[in-house]
């Protein structure tokens, strides 16, 4: 691996780890204006295309915890360069593919990237002055969600105006622009807990996470009450329960369940399930009701890339107060941060369910949900790196991350049933009906509401200390035995 800059510049590791975040986010949202083609394009089933979509959702979930543990042991930069490495290959291969293995095969290698932007964060506890922590980690924390805004709108013009494979050149260069300046720009930190990777706790996670996620998204097709998917709860039930009892016993665990126990971390990440719930809502119900026809009533007939232009403004409100979230973590602490934009994200699903009957009202929709985002996923570093030590950081920020995830996963399957069950006919088609978007919109409202209530159980935050002194070059944990 090449050596690493010696002297980082805070504003260059700043911009080139958030445009990396974006980059990865922007994988989530790259293949939509497509999935309605992609049956066609694959040769493939709807059912079976479907998995272009599941194995990059079952891929990030799996690599985040693992990659994250990884960095923490042998190096944050390196593990970063090989999730861009995954993401590049992975572009390359679906710009290749014309039949259905190869792009899921694809699609899994780009999902692998996750664990890029918790990356990020631990990267910048270790490397950047403490005043710029705060704001730098908060707009590394909301690339997330700006990624998956902007991409939406850019994948939707290059699918209308190009050839489809062109989406995943773009992401493998944007991949590559990533990687050569994280090449130039961005150190490797000292801080490392070295010692003996995981690997049947690894596998236990994986396995465990992959049966819970391919349940939850796979059920509205299968049945949710079909033996397959009650099979894959029951599986992740017992794999994750055997899993948690071998991470409590063995001496080097991938996850340190009683760090995660502590209550900052217990409730902070409670919290993500939460927030991750409204923030997919949001990504669920205004492209619908955009783009549904205008004879409903309340649907907009709007085009699909009309849509991405109109949900396009929410990334760069999520963007613009990042550093807002920050000042009043700083302020009054990121506990108070994060239940105030929990409690602006339910305003706007309350916003939502009134004002719903023009383009102007989505976007204001948007803009405020998302300014509740930027504020929430802005305090969830702070809270995180705030009780756990300097050689746990990457880790558990991985964890929080995977929370998030696990919270859209959810709604995604929550609003599927909702949507699917409470229709209207229009010439012979089932359409969601109005009330059933309000009651995804109802149901988000009540999941950031249960955000802040979890939020407010939070301790008061104390901050964590000066970072810990550069591992030695044998690699031997740096973090006092007092953290522990």
């Known amino acids: 691996m090449p050596a690493s ?9 700043v911009g080139v780890l958030a445009l990396a975040g974006i980059v990865v986010a922007l994988m989530q949202t790259l293949v939509i204006p497509i999935i309605p083609e992609l049956p066609k394009l694959l040769d493939a089933s709807a059912s079976d295309a479907a998995w272009a979509v599941t194995a990059t959702l079952l ?37 290749l593919s014309d039949t259905l293995v190869p792009m899921v095969v694809g699609r899994a290698l780009q999902g692998l990237s996750a664990a890029v932007i918790p990356l990020g964060i631990s990267i910048m ?40 494979h062109m989406l995943f050149w773009l992401a493998g260069a944007l991949g590559a622009v990533s990687l050569v300046l994280v090449l130039a720009l961005v150190p490797e930190s000292a801080v490392r807990s070295g010692g003996r990777f995981d690997v049947l706790g690894g596998l236990g996670m994986a396995a465990g996470l992959a049966s819970l996620l391919l349940a939850i998204s796979k059920g509205g097709d299968w049945g949710w009450s079909s033996g397959t998917v009650l099979g894959l709860f029951a599986a992740a039930v017992v794999i994750l329960l055997v899993w948690g009892w071998w991470e409590l016993h063995t001496p080097e665990p991938l996850v340190d369940l009683r760090t995660t126990a502590r209550r900052q971390v217990l409730f902070t990440n409670l919290a993500s399930i939460a927030i991750g719930f409204s923030m997919f809502a949001m990504s669920l119900v205004l492209p619908q009701l955009l783009q549904l ?7 907009l007939g709007r085009s699909l890339l009309t849509t ?17 979230s920050a000042k009043v973590s700083k302020a009054r602490g990121p506990k108070v941060t994060l239940m105030i934009g929990a409690l602006i994200v339910a305003a706007g699903y309350a916003l939502n369910i009134v004002l719903m009957a023009e383009v102007w009202h989505l976007v204001l929709v948007s803009c405020v949900i998302s300014a509740g985002i930027g504020f929430a996923y802005g305090a969830m570093p702070s809270l995180i790196m705030g009780a756990v030590p300097p050689g746990e950081t990457a880790a558990a920020n991985s964890l929080n991350t995977l ?18 069950q409470l229709t209207i006919d229009l010439g012979g088609f089932a359409l969601p009906s109005e009330n059933a978007f309000k009651v995804v919109m109802a149901i988000g409202a009540g999941a950031a509401l249960l955000a802040a209530a979890i939020a407010s159980c939070i301790p ?13 070059a044998d690699g031997a944990a740096t973090e006092p035995a007092s953290v522990r």
Do not use: Q
């Open 5 to 13: 800059p010696a002297s980082p510049r805070p504003n260059a590791v």
């Open 59 to 95: 891929a990030s979930a799996v690599a985040t915890p693992v990659v994250g543990r990884l960095g923490d042991m042998f190096g944050k930069r390196r593990m970063l360069l090989l999730s861009l490495v995954l993401l590049i290959a992975g572009s390359a291969v679906c710009a």
């Open 125 to 164: 506890r270790d490397e950047l002055p403490v005043e710029r922590l705060a704001g730098a980690t908060a707009v590394m924390s909301a690339s997330l969600g700006v990624g998956g805004a902007l991409g939406l709108p850019a994948a939707a013009l290059i699918a209308d105006k190009l050839d489809w």
């Open 293 to 299: 026809p205008e004879a409903t009533g309340y649907g």
């Open 308 to 324: 991405g232009f109109v949900m396009a403004p929410s990334g760069l409100v999520m963007m613009a107060f990042a550093p807002v």
């Open 403 to 420: 929370m998030r995830s696990l919270g859209t996963s959810v709604a995604s399957a929550i609003a599927g049933v909702i949507l699917a």
């Open 460 to 472: 008061r935050h104390r901050p964590a200390g000066p970072v810990a002194d550069p591992a030695p």
